[in-house]
């Protein structure tokens, strides 16, 4: 063991302490509840100093669950996620998890284990660069050589993951330096830097508002909270805006709210691109309107946009970034919301049928009677059933994949809380982030939308909710292939099938196998009375929904998106000539 001298002689009674128990002290100090992780033996003083503290772990079968169960909870509580992971091949398997808070603007601490100081630089066993690895995904990488500065370096990576735009934070524990004996006083808990806007630009907003025709908010990023989201909504109502929700961000607005106007994301509806084009001020709130939503980099122009942009954002660096605002006010989400609450709207402002057409237009979007899909069992029959049987307050966990369009499109989410889905399109997210979900609210109903190649990305964690008794819902909707993939295969290369399709293993008994309630769907009949039985059974279930691999969109069937790839081909063949 090596030993740090402690204080001198005299000083004072000897607070000596591993350097193991100062990092679980410091963990307490600034709020940490729940930690996850996958054991390892670089940090085996950690998890025997953890025993000591009042902070409840779930050990996970995956580092990249872990990871992901760590960024979920973050994303619903706004603190950070924690997560623990051994060196080397657990460090880069938890990667995944870090490009998703990286992208999703989620405040996250991962922490690796790191070879003996006396080892480093010779590639030993399991021995990574931290810095090279994680540099261009984490805002910061940091590793700890001195165990007296355990205090001061995690209070400010506590402080870094939360200020201006969230994001994750790696920090390195060499394992010989977790030993350590030292004598250093704990740091205060770290505090969150909220922003306000100045007050001239609250009267700049007020003017560019009451001489608007047609003006819309665009809601997006992290750092919102409940009160917030209330306060957004008495807002938007006095200004009659239309609140568009950025991608996968609806739990930031409720859809049953006479402002709300959609969802901006992959397949959005083609009549609110059109509103958005049309407008003639957006205000951009908490967002930066990237590559998803703003369909590309088309809606606004870059990097001078038609309309009058007013955009709103936690962190300066963000502000001109892409788009050049008429106003750009640097501050958080609360910050604005609380120094708008007070505005009046103009007497008189004749944008009520804006607001009104937008919201009819959301509401017709959202109807599920038009979609017709082919198949026994129909998605639009299992979303009927969703919306039937469970509270307003579950909480919808997805990952990437065709399948998401059902969730994102036809739940109605109402409450913030609600929603987790990754920003980044991760594959595999959804059900780990249940796992999160259900861990931090137990008494809540969870329910994750998993693809048959999406869910077994990360399908090992259904023994992490066995083993922790968590009766979350997994509808596992399986079309045998990589869905999305396969779509813009036969978009791009008609008819020729190749690397998407997936021979599947019997998932009700994978489900009953690990301790779990399984339940294969056929027909629309099933659907309410097994989501009543999973609800019923107390346990992690998994309901099969076997869908025709045609079923590919809502508003659309492989065989179409063939067709008219093959009809584009031999347009630009006759247009072109023969190749030469």
């Given at each position: 063991m090596n030993v740090t001298p402690s204080s001198p002689s005299g000083s004072g009674p000897s607070t000596e302490r591993t350097a193991s128990a100062v990092l679980a002290s410091q963990l307490a100090i600034h709020g940490v509840k729940h930690i996850f992780c996958v054991p390892g033996e670089s940090y085996l003083a950690v998890l025997d100093a953890l025993l000591d503290v009042p902070i409840e772990v779930t050990v996970c079968r995956q580092e990249s669950g872990a990871a992901m169960m760590a960024e979920a909870q973050a994303k619903l509580t706004g603190t950070p996620g924690i997560c623990f992971v051994t060196r080397g091949p657990g460090a880069t398997n938890a990667a995944a998890g870090?490009?998703?808070?990286s992208q999703d603007s989620t405040p996250m601490i991962l922490f690796v284990g790191q070879v003996a100081r006396d080892m480093r630089g010779r590639e030993s066993f399991q021995e990574l660069d931290y810095p090279a690895v994680f540099g261009s995904m984490a805002k910061w990488v940091v590793e700890i050589d001195d165990a007296r500065r355990i205090p001061e370096l995690l209070s400010r990576a506590f402080h870094v993951a939360t200020s201006g735009r969230p994001g994750p934070v790696v920090v390195a524990l060499p394992e010989d330096m977790l030993t350590d004996v030292v004598d250093v006083p704990d740091a205060l808990a770290y505090q969150v830097t909220e922003t306000y806007p100045a007050p001239e630009h609250i009267e700049q907003l007020q003017t560019l508002l009451a001489n608007a025709q047609r003006p819309l908010a665009i809601l997006g990023g992290s750092r919102w909270s409940a009160e917030d989201v209330e306060r957004i909504q008495g807002f938007a109502q006095a200004f009659q805006l239309p609140v568009v929700c950025s991608f996968r961000r609806q739990m930031l607005f409720p859809q049953s709210h006479p402002c709300y106007a959609g969802e901006l994301g992959f397949g959005a509806n083609p009549r609110l691109l059109?509103?958005?084009r049309q407008s003639d001020l957006i205000l951009l709130i908490?967002?930066?309107?990237?590559?998803?939503?703003?369909?590309?980099?088309?809606?606004?122009?870059?990097?001078?946009?038609?309309q009058k942009l007013v955009h709103v954002h936690t962190d300066p660096d963000e502000l001109g970034r892409v788009y050049r605002a008429h106003l750009a006010i640097n501050a958080t989400p609360r910050g604005f919301c609380a120094s708008v609450a007070a505005l009046q709207a103009t007497p008189g402002r004749a944008t009520g049928e804006w607001v009104r057409d937008a919201a009819a237009d959301a509401i017709r979007w959202r109807d599920l009677s038009p979609i017709q899909v082919p198949g026994e069992l129909k998605m639009p029959d299992v979303m009927r059933a969703l919306q039937k049987e469970l509270p307003r307050d579950t909480i919808i966990c997805n990952g990437a994949g065709n399948f998401c369009?059902?969730?994102q499109r036809f739940w109605p989410f109402e409450a913030f809380g609600t929603q987790l889905a990754p920003t980044s399109g991760s594959m595999g997210y959804g059900f780990p982030a249940g796992v999160g979900a259900k861990r931090l609210y137990p008494d809540k109903t969870v329910v994750v939308l998993a693809g048959d190649g999406d869910f077994l990305m990360t399908g090992q964690e259904f023994a992490t909710a066995v083993q922790y008794e968590l009766p979350l819902i997994v509808l596992l909707i399986d079309n045998g292939m990589y869905?999305?993939?396969?779509a813009h295969q036969e978009r791009g290369y008609p008819g020729r099938v190749s690397a998407t399709t997936l021979r599947n293993p019997d998932f009700v008994a994978y489900a009953r196998a690990f301790g779990g309630y399984g339940e294969r769907l056929t027909t629309a009949d099933d659907c309410g009375p097994a989501l009543r039985r999973a609800l019923?059974?107390?346990?992690?279930?998994l309901l099969h929904c076997v869908i025709d691999p045609e079923a590919i969109t809502p508003s659309s069937t492989l065989t179409q998106l063939r067709t008219?790839?093959?009809?584009?081909?031999?347009?630009?063949a006759r247009k072109n000539g023969p190749p030469r």
């Open positions: 870090i490009h998703v808070a059109d509103r958005i908490g967002g930066r309107l990237s590559e998803a939503p703003s369909q590309g980099y088309s809606l606004l122009d870059v990097p001078n946009p038609r369009t059902w969730g869905g999305t993939i396969r019923a059974s107390g346990l992690p279930s008219q790839a093959l009809e584009r081909l031999e347009q630009a």
